[in-house]
T-cell receptor
Framework: AQKITQTQPGMFVQEKEAVTLDCTYDTSDQSYGLFWYKQPSSGEMIFLIYQGSYDEQNATEGRYSLNFQKARKSANLVISASQLGDSAMYFCAMRVFNQAGTALIFGKGTTLSVSS | NAGVTQTPKFQVLKTGQSMTLQCAQDMNHEYMSWYRQDPGMGLRLIHYSVGAGITDQGEVPNGYNVSRSTTEDFPLRLLSAAPSQTSVYFC?????????????FGSGTRLTVV
């Protein structure tokens, strides 16, 4: 069965610093997709970045990058130059699919607090 | 506005009552799924579906029923609510199993069972 593990319940960083949020995954599938979502205090789920298992380069989206190490089964999110608005819960997720469809399996999340 | 619409936004139930959480999307997405979010547990998959008549169980399906009679709607039914079902429920939809940007989430339903 697929599983996502996020071992950091909370992270604290100062503005303009970079921060890495850890994510490890477990799957026996050869083809899979990994996602990171941000959930601010308002509760909405905001898509940040995606990495496919066959992508040879690490994904980047603005200040977000994904440090993908396939052999170690890790997909860490790196946020460069943190901003106060980055304070939120962050979830790592993996796509699962079968004949019934496709959905996401999530980790327990990491709360990021950015201070000035 | 296009997107995933969940109703109601808030609901209080008494133990043993039944109710249906509604989820509708107008993007012609085939894939829909339900999640519950509890403090410290992240989002956990309840049920998902690829289209009308096809559903499957996720990580925590007990106590919940689903059916999919149309592409647009994917209701989640609680037959006999229990306090353990107090949670925030999210519905999501996707237009492709391959698309990285395809998961659109609703704004959630906050359910309290007393």
């Amino acid at each position: 069965a697929q599983k996502i593990t996020q071992t950091q319940p909370g992270m604290f960083v100062q503005e303009k610093e970079a921060v890495t949020l850890d994510c490890t995954y477990d799957t026996s599938d050869q083809s899979y997709g990994l996602f990171w979502y941000k959930q601010p205090s308002s509760g909405e789920m905001i898509f940040l970045i995606y990495q496919g298992s066959y992508d040879e380069q690490n994904a980047t989206e603005g200040r977000y990058s994904l440090n993908f190490q396939k052999a170690r089964k890790s997909a860490n999110l790196v946020i460069s130059a943190s901003q106060l608005g980055d304070s939120a819960m962050y979830f790592c997720a993996m796509r699962v699919f079968n004949q019934a469809g496709t959905a996401l399996i999530f980790g327990k999340g990491t709360t990021l607090s950015v201070s000035s | 506005n296009a997107g995933v619409t969940q109703t109601p936004k808030f609901q209080v139930l008494k133990t043993g009552q039944s109710m249906t959480l509604q989820c509708a999307q107008d993007m012609n997405h085939e894939y829909m799924s339900w999640y519950r979010q509890d403090p410290g547990m992240g989002l956990r998959l309840i049920h998902y579906s690829v289209g009308a008549g096809i559903t499957d169980q996720g990580e925590v399906p007990n106590g919940y029923n689903v059916s999919r009679s149309t592409t647009e709607d994917f209701p989640l039914r609680l037959l006999s609510a229990a306090p353990s079902q107090t949670s925030v429920y999210f519905c999501a939809s996707s237009y492709s199993r391959q698309a990285p940007y395809g998961y659109t989430f609703g704004s959630g339903t906050r359910l309290t069972v007393v």
